[in-house]
């Protein structure tokens, strides 16, 4: 029991940084706009804002900070594969090789620590308790549950869980959310009724960067206390598993996400899993996010099929 | 034809003389990067104290990636560069295959002690000696009778830390329980200090109070996560005590900055191929004590740790090494 509670505790903030980004891809790839820089934006978002915090000594500061800079890389991919219809896989490779040369080369130039930023002292993210967290602490189960699982981690952590709703929310109640997805499926029709795509598809991107930046931040500033040379160790594509495995949904992306996240936090507590007397390696655990989505894809289970104008660019016809 | 020649000629003869004139020392630093606070920073403190000492200048260069070693290694060998320090065990095989291309370079490489060449020194540490008695300490000071280890990449080397560390613990406390996590198995491991954390909370969430962190970059996230509990951590390679100053009871130091000293000082005419040690005896491990960590360290620990190391270097304990065996005793 215990050592369930202290799984799903890590797994809420292991999930975290993997939902901001997958939620990220969702409005992105809605929009018909593929996002492999991902990953990227991340580690972008996550030097910048360990870099304000560290000047600044302010994490909103660098929270706002890594949320610019992740802006700028989703609109350098909108000018390339939106403005001058370039493919955006090659667009997306090519802003992860920038974000992973640049965050050293200007790192090391800035703070002449080798690539890393100053450690950060009180400029983090704090772990909130939250409310009756120890008064419901004997409740079985329940108390257990709210004490230890969901109290007590970084603003961000319900940032997220919030972000969730709001985007199904945006994406499924909203005009706008329709526009979006229109965009994503069927853009011809959505240049008909006098909306541009253009415009839809370059919004769409930047609240990728603004949600790409928070995850990088809580990379930098919420789980650690600074920034090291490619920190992101993958995160992003596995978020792009996560949205696969999703079908492109929020609430599927929560579980998805949740899954992952706890999947990681299994293979970090147990380095071996022991079945009977057969030996899983934490490798393998830590490989299933991939093997699961390449599962999804080959149709094993349900379909997840891509929004229909997804990776084209649009062009009005002439 | 015969200008072509000429010219050719003109330029390796100026390349020639190039050679002759730069006797620089160089040094190759690995993967984790010059300022990891720990393996690789302890070598360049040893080249640094070594230039302000003599005067001299020497050529480095840093690895980005994997694929880079070999054409470093000879492009330093080329640049002139002698002797030349090398970083670590994942350069052994490219070692081997550059060393004999290049007679007259001498080469050092660090943390490897099974290649042969006449103009190699291997410079090997007893890790897990130096391990061993930082295990006493974190079994003394220790209150839940738990203490935890965080290896970096899951190899032999590390396994070394980690067996050492958990004998040393035992030998105080034969009850104790010694926790081990690595952080992975690639060269991604080393630099993973968000994973390092992570495993740190749920070491103490296993009851760990003190955490012995092995693993480059990671180990930076590890004493974090262990100063943000408010529990003691130990440190490695280079003197990291004053990261969290009064929440790292110690480190334990690897003296990478003595061997690159060392050989940096001998030069070429001083130069000695074969195998060295560095263990107890040499000062070549040991573990820090200084300002930042005085409080922590009672005299009753240091009268302790230091009878053990006394009894060490006299044989009277034998401190078990991983890599004889591929097994740990103490585990």
Redo the contacts between chains.
């Keep these: 029991m215990d050592i369930l509670i202290q799984l799903l505790d890590s797994t809420l903030r292991l999930s975290t940084p993997l939902l901001f980004a997958c939620l990220a891809g969702l409005f992105s790839e809605r929009a018909g706009i593929f996002d492999i820089g991902l990953e990227g934006k991340m580690l972008m978002a996550a030097f910048m804002s360990a870099a304000v915090a560290a000047v600044t000594g302010s994490v909103w500061l660098g929270l706002l900070g890594g949320m610019a800079a992740s802006v700028v890389l989703s609109l350098i991919h909108g000018v390339a594969s939106i403005t001058f219809r370039g493919n955006q896989l090659i667009s997306g490779v090519a802003i992860n090789f920038l974000a992973a040369g640049l965050t050293v080369v200007v790192s090391k130039d800035w703070f002449k620590l080798g690539g890393d930023t100053p450690a950060l002292g009180d400029a983090r993210f704090p772990e909130l308790a939250l409310p009756f967290s120890e008064a419901l602490a004997d409740v079985p189960l329940i108390g257990r549950f709210y004490s230890d699982v969901l109290s007590g981690h970084a603003i961000i952590v319900y940032l997220g869980l919030a972000t969730v709703a709001l985007s199904w929310w945006v994406l499924f109640r909203t005009r706008f959310g329709l526009r979006l997805r229109a965009v994503g499926e069927n853009p011809e029709s959505v240049d008909t009724s006098g909306v541009s795509v253009i415009r839809m598809r370059f919004t769409a991107v930047v609240i990728c960067g603004v949600l790409c930046g928070i995850a990088g931040a809580y990379l930098a500033t919420g789980m650690s206390a600074g920034f090291r040379q490619n920190m992101t160790a993958g995160r992003g594509f596995i978020a792009l598993a996560a949205l696969i495995f999703a079908k492109w949904r929020p609430g599927m992306a929560l579980l998805a996400c949740l899954l992952f996240g706890f999947l990681q936090a299994v293979s970090i507590r147990f380095q071996t899993i022991e079945v009977g007397n057969f030996q899983i390696p934490s490798q393998f655990v830590e490989a299933l996010p991939y093997i699961l989505t390449v599962v999804i894809l080959a149709g094993f289970v349900g379909k997840a099929i891509p929004p229909r104008a997804g990776g084209e660019p649009y062009v009005k016809e002439r | 034809m015969t200008l072509m020649t000429k010219i050719l000629g003109a330029g390796a003869a100026v390349a020639m003389s190039a050679i002759g004139a730069l006797a620089e020392p160089g040094l190759i630093i690995d993967l984790g990067?010059?300022?990891?606070k720990s393996f690789n920073e302890s070598a360049y403190n040893g080249a640094q104290r070594w230039a302000a000492e003599t005067g001299g200048t020497f050529v480095e260069t840093?690895l980005q990636s994997e694929a880079q070693r070999e054409q470093n290694m000879r492009k330093m060998a080329e640049r002139g560069a002698n002797p030349i320090v090398v970083m670590g065990f994942a350069n052994a095989s490219t070692i081997d295959k550059v060393a004999p291309d290049y007679p007259d370079t001498k080469f050092a490489i660090i943390d490897v002690n099974w290649l042969d060449h006449p103009n190699l020194r291997q410079i090997a540490f007893k890790e897990h000696e130096g391990s061993y008695l930082v295990g006493m300490m974190a079994a003394m000071a220790s209150k839940s009778g738990t203490v935890s280890f965080v290896g970096g990449m899951d190899i032999g080397l590390i396994n070394r830390f980690a067996c050492g560390y958990a004998q040393g613990a035992k030998a105080v406390n034969a009850d104790i329980n010694v926790i081990v996590?690595?952080t992975g198995?690639t060269p991604?491991a080393w630099?993973?200090?968000?994973?390092g954390?992570?495993?740190t909370?749920?070491q103490i969430?296993q009851g760990s109070d003190v955490v012995y962190a092995a693993a480059g970059?990671t180990g930076?996230?590890v004493l974090?996560a262990a100063a943000d509990a408010d529990i003691l951590s130990i440190g490695v390679d280079s003197n990291q005590n004053y990261?969290h100053s009064g929440k790292v009871l110690t480190s334990m130091l690897k003296r990478v900055d003595n061997a690159t000293y060392n050989v940096f000082s001998a030069g070429v005419e001083g130069f000695e191929a074969g195998v060295v040690d560095m263990d107890l005896a040499s000062d070549g491990v040991g573990y820090a004590l200084d300002e930042h960590n005085a409080e922590l360290v009672s005299d009753e620990m240091k009268a302790a740790v230091d009878a053990a190391r006394a009894d060490i270097i006299a044989g009277k304990i034998t401190v078990h090494n991983f890599t004889d065996d591929d097994s740990c005793p103490s585990f």
Excluded: C, H, W, Y
Excluded at chain 2, 33 to 36: A, H, N, R, S, Y
Excluded at chain 2, 191 to 195: A, L, R
């Design positions: 990067g010059k300022f990891d840093e996590n690595m198995t991604a630099n993973d200090p968000v994973k954390g992570e495993i909370r749920g969430s970059g930076v996230g974090q990261l």
